[in-house]
């Protein structure tokens, strides 16, 4: 069985940092993607930003171009989150996609981290 299990959310003020991480395990063969997803109370999980395994690809959401960073190492993800804002507030989840020794690739997801920012 996999699992990914988040850690690094808190309560921040507006415009200061938090960085979030997330440590896959498991029989894992190999991780194509990790990345990160968020939902805020009484919205839709939205896609804040993942990175392609190996190739270093990132995407990222418009609203947190410029701020975040998403990076990996190992069988991990991180996210830096600079100059944070009132509507960051929400639970933030990993994301990976992982090849299983069988060759089957499935995705997976933490449990989630909250994410408050004051303003």
């Known amino acids: 069985q996999v699992q990914l299990v988040e850690s690094g959310g808190g309560l921040v003020q507006a415009g200061e940092s938090l960085k979030l991480s997330c440590a896959a395990s498991?029989?894992?063969?190999?991780?194509?993607?990790m990345g990160w997803y968020r939902q805020a109370p009484g919205k839709q999980r939205e896609l804040v930003a993942t990175?392609?395994?190996?190739?270093?690809t990132t995407n990222y959401a418009d609203s947190v171009k410029g701020r975040f960073t998403v990076s990996n190492a190992k069988n991990s993800v991180y996210l830096q989150m600079n100059g944070l804002k009132s509507e960051d507030t929400a639970v933030y989840y990993c994301?990976?996609?992982?090849?299983?020794?069988?060759?089957?690739?499935?995705?997976?997801w933490g449990q989630g981290t909250q994410v408050t920012v004051s303003s």
């Open positions: 498991g029989s894992i063969r190999s991780i194509n993607v």
């Open positions: 994301y990976a996609n992982i090849r299983y020794y069988s060759g089957v690739d499935t995705n997976h």
């Open positions: 990175i392609i395994i190996g190739l270093g």
